[in-house]
């Protein structure tokens, strides 16, 4: 079912990706990372080299490729620099839930805007008291005449100064659980939005992530996603079988990236009269590193194929998220340990990656969310 192969248009796109990675990324992450400046000129360059929301139908001004051609450039965007990744990817994520649920009207205004004007867009769903936990988010929408009122905080929203437009979860029936969520699209310069401070995040740290605060936000109930409420849930939930191949994608891009430079580190080091990787203890780190970085990636591309074939990926997402994420943890610390104490150096990019790997663990469900939809799928039946 999964082709070991990339066709021709993805090998062509993972050369310009990684090229792209190579001139445009490469050079400017260290300094991104040290000053927090958000990358927006390179998103955009990105964007314009039809690096970004490929998986925009044709119908609606975009590429209309696959989630395999989407995660072998993230790979390549991810090995470039993780906080770029993230960066450049939260309008995939937010729009994710208007491919899969929103009314044809709704594809045409939005996803236009993405594809034909380089709109950037934020995924709104964790709140202060919600995160793993999303059906207990408390931010409702309140029906009035042909208008919704929204009111709520959203957390950690990745990209959200930089903005058009939001996809919101809110409440529209705050007894019904989960049955009660529908989401919207607001804009960002929408009366009665406001944004909080960028947080100060311990790695990626050139990611924007801050507060979204929605005051008495009126939106016209032609911005409820789907045309009808309590359609929310599944919406949300289905981006995520989207764009958790993505994700791992970006792990598995961080942890070639922190094996590369290892393996390189261990050819230039010498101890005790030998190279690194000639002590057997340090060339068998080296060799479960690069089976971690191996096995992502055939995770990570199953995942994307049954996504692409119209089959049900939910439980192999997960599979692919949880381990990459892990992986990408456990390699870039082993990175930092080849390196020695050169590696606990921001003069050398292993601490970076080391950093910035954490959150792979932590967003877009955890890895502990991970293992929950795993363990509800496998259960499945029984
Ligand atoms: C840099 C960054 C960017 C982000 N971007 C976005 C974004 O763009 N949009 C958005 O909506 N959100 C975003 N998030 C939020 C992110 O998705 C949440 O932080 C994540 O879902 C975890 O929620 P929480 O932080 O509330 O932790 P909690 O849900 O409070 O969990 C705390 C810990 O307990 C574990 N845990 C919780 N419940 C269980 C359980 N039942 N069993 C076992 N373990 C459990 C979790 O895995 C975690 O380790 C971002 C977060 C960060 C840090």
């Known amino acids: 079912m999964v082709a070991l192969d990339l066709d021709e248009m993805q090998q062509m796109l993972q050369e310009l990706a990684h090229q792209f990675a190579l001139d445009e990324i490469r050079p400017n992450a260290e300094y991104w990372d040290k000053e927090s400046e958000y990358p927006l000129q390179a998103i955009k360059a990105a964007d314009e080299l039809g690096l970004l929301n490929l998986h925009i139908p044709e119908a609606y001004g975009g590429a209309g490729l696959g989630s395999m051609e989407e995660v072998v450039v993230t790979e390549e965007l991810a090995w470039g620099d993780p ?12 729009i994710a839930p208007i491919i899969t649920g929103g009314t044809e009207e709704q594809k045409q205004k ?42 709520g905080e959203k957390m950690f929203i990745t990209g959200a100064g930089y903005a058009d437009f939001f996809f919101v979860l809110t409440k529209t029936d705050l007894n019904a659980g989960y049955r009660g969520m529908s989401g919207f699209v607001v804009e960002s310069n929408a009366e009665g939005v406001s944004l909080g401070k960028k947080e100060s995040n311990m790695g990626q740290r050139c990611s924007d992530t801050r507060s979204v605060i929605f005051n008495n936000v009126r939106v016209p109930a032609s911005q409820l996603i789907g045309g009808s409420e309590s359609g929310g849930w599944m919406n949300a939930m289905n981006a995520f079988d989207m764009s958790r191949p993505n994700i791992a994608a970006q792990a598995t891009g961080l942890a ?8 390189q580190y261990s050819d230039e080091r010498e101890t005790f009269g030998q190279k690194l990787h000639q002590h057997q203890a340090i060339q068998f780190m080296l060799a479960d590193m690069k089976t971690k970085v191996e096995a ?26 949880r381990f990459a994420a892990d992986a990408a943890m456990e390699v870039s610390t082993d990175a930092v340990q080849v390196f020695g104490g050169y590696g606990y150096s921001e003069e050398y990019p292993v601490a970076r990656l080391m950093r910035g790997a954490k959150v792979l663990q932590i967003y877009e469900g955890s890895s502990q969310v991970q293992r929950m939809i795993i363990g509800r799928e496998m259960l499945r039946g029984l």
């Open 83 to 94: 906080g770029f990744a993230t960066a450049a990817y939260a309008t995939s994520l937010a």
């Open 110 to 151: 939005w996803l236009r805007k993405v594809a034909e004007e380089g709109a950037l867009a934020s995924y709104c769903v964790t709140e202060p008291q919600a995160g793993s936990d999303v059906a207990s988010i408390t931010t409702t929408a309140v029906k009035d005449g042909d208008e919704y009122i929204i009111n």
């Open 256 to 263: 070639r990236a922190a094996f590369e430079h290892a393996l």
């Open 296 to 321: 992502s990636r055939l995770l990570t591309w199953k995942s994307a194929a049954l996504a692409d074939a119209g089959q049900k990926n939910t439980e192999a997402a997960a599979h692919a998220k």
